[in-house]
C-alpha cells in the first residue's frame, strides 16, 4: 500500500513520523492556491487541502493521499507568508500582545472516499518590543512561515499561551488526523499499514 504525504512542509512530514507513519512518500502538486474573496480561513484550509488531495490522487490513484493547508487568521483575517522583511515586520507587530487563530485543513483520499476537515488552535502572543522583532526576523525563521513565526523553532519565545492541538501550530492536526486515518482502516497505534474496507 502507498501512502503519499502531498506536502513539501518538512514539519509535516516529521509529524508524520513521529506518530509512527513511517512507509510515505511525499509528492506535492503544484496547485492554484487562491480562493474566492470572502471565504472563512477554516473554509479556505478545508479548500485548499481538497485540492492538493485530488491533484496527488489523480497522479496517483491507488494510493492514500494525505494533504493539508495552514493559514494564521488575526480577527478573521488571514497572515500568510510574508514576501519581504517589512511585511514580517508589520504582521508580528500586529500579533504582539494579541490572541490570534491557527487553521489547518486536512484530506484524506483512499479507495473511493474522501475526507476533509479542519482544526483550529488559539494563540497568544507576548508584547514584543519592536527590538525583538527585528532580531527574531534577523534569523530568517519567520520568512517561509504563515504569520511570520514558528512555534517549533525560536518563535516560541513570543507565545505565552496556546489553547488547543500544538501540533495544528506546526502544520498538521495529528489527533485529528489519527481519527480520520482509523476509518481507513489505519490503525498508527498498531499498525502503519492501510486495510481497504471490504465493498
Known amino acids: 500500500m502507498k501512502i503519499i504525504l502531498a506536502s513539501n512542509s518538512p514539519r509535516r ?29 477554516a473554509r479556505t484550509v478545508e479548500a485548499l487541502s481538497l485540492r492538493k488531495a485530488r491533484a496527488a490522487a489523480q497522479a496517483a490513484p491507488d494510493a492514500l493521499i494525505i494533504a493539508a493547508d495552514t493559514v494564521v487568521a488575526l480577527d478573521g483575517t488571514v497572515l500568510g507568508k510574508p514576501h519581504s522583511e517589512d511585511e514580517a515586520f508589520a504582521m508580528l507587530s500586529a500579533l504582539s500582545g494579541r490572541e490570534h487563530h491557527v487553521y489547518t485543513g486536512v484530506t484524506v483520499i483512499y479507495g473511493g472516499q474522501t475526507v ?84
Open 13 to 41: 512530514r516529521e509529524l508524520l513520523e513521529r506518530i509512527g507513519l513511517k512507509n510515505f512518500t511525499v509528492a506535492a502538486p503544484n496547485v492554484d492556491e487562491s480562493v474566492e474573496d470572502g471565504l472563512s480561513p
Open 116 to 199: 476533509t476537515t479542519h482544526e483550529e488552535t488559539a494563540v497568544v502572543f507576548r508584547t514584543v518590543s519592536p527590538d525583538e522583532i527585528r532580531a527574531y526576523i534577523a534569523t530568517g525563521e519567520p520568512m517561509d512561515k504563515a504569520g511570520a513565526y514558528g512555534i517549533q523553532g525560536i518563535g516560541a519565545l513570543l507565545v505565552s499561551g496556546i489553547r488547543g492541538d500544538y501540533c495544528n501550530v506546526m502544520g498538521l492536526p495529528v489527533f485529528r488526523l489519527g481519527r480520520i486515518l482509523s476509518g481507513f482502516g489505519v490503525d498508527l497505534l498498531r499498525s502503519a499499514e492501510p486495510s481497504r474496507a471490504a465493498d
